[in-house]
């Protein structure tokens, strides 16, 4: 398998990347978030540290999470329980504290690969264009059409939408989308997320793309063109 290996330790890097060259991975090694975003597309995993240089890890997680369905264990030396959380609901896969024991992450690897090559594949898991009514939603793009014609968001107005377009069977808890948008559902005001979803009905045109989960949270809508349009949208 192919690995993508995110460290900027040169000592880390080399023994992880010796030791998972053993087990007859290939590896490539990056420093930074940036070129991490870059070559995740060509990763079979991802082993992610989150001390990075020039972005937050977490950050990065959830970006590369808009991006890339490959499994992915967190790496780090963050051990509080809040870290663990975070890492966890932005989408990591497993979480490994350092020092850890190269045999038991080879092990954890090995897991993870197991169970996510077993799940049978999401929604939105390597479909990048998500389509519900006359919306278009391109994850791997970062745009959105409505009736062919494109709809400028925010990054943030995207990242909650790409949240419910990536899964779109599911319900999605206010928390679970606040920790991956803002990072922190305790600390991310929990009404900025619904004038949010407000901005994204409104430039849309389509009210129904989001549909609210009365004291729970939110899933993606079939929207229905709005009365008045012509015809051939509908
Ligand atoms: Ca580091």
Known sequence: ????????????????????????HTVRRVGRALEALRLVHEAEFVLLDLGLPDLDGLELLRRLRTVCDAPLIVVTARCEERDIVQGLRAGADDYVVKPF????????????????????????????????????????????????????????????????????????????????????AFLAASRSLDVHVAGLRAKTGRAGLVRTVRGFGYQLGRPAPPPGAPDGLR
């Open 1 to 24: 398998m192919h690995a993508l290996l995110v460290e900027d330790d040169d000592r880390m890097a080399r023994a992880l990347g010796t030791a998972l060259a053993l087990r007859g």
């Open 101 to 184: 024991r190269m045999a038991e992450l080879m092990a954890r690897i090995d897991s993870v690969r197991r169970r996510t090559a077993a799940a049978p594949a999401e929604h939105g898991g390597g479909r990048p264009v998500v389509r519900t009514g006359d919306v278009e939603v391109d994850l791997a793009g970062r745009t959105v059409r409505v009736a062919g014609a494109e709809v400028r968001l925010t990054r943030r107005e995207f990242d909650v939408l790409a949240v419910l377009a990536a899964r779109p069977d599911e319900v999605h808890s206010r928390e679970e989308i606040l920790d991956r948008v803002w990072g922190d």
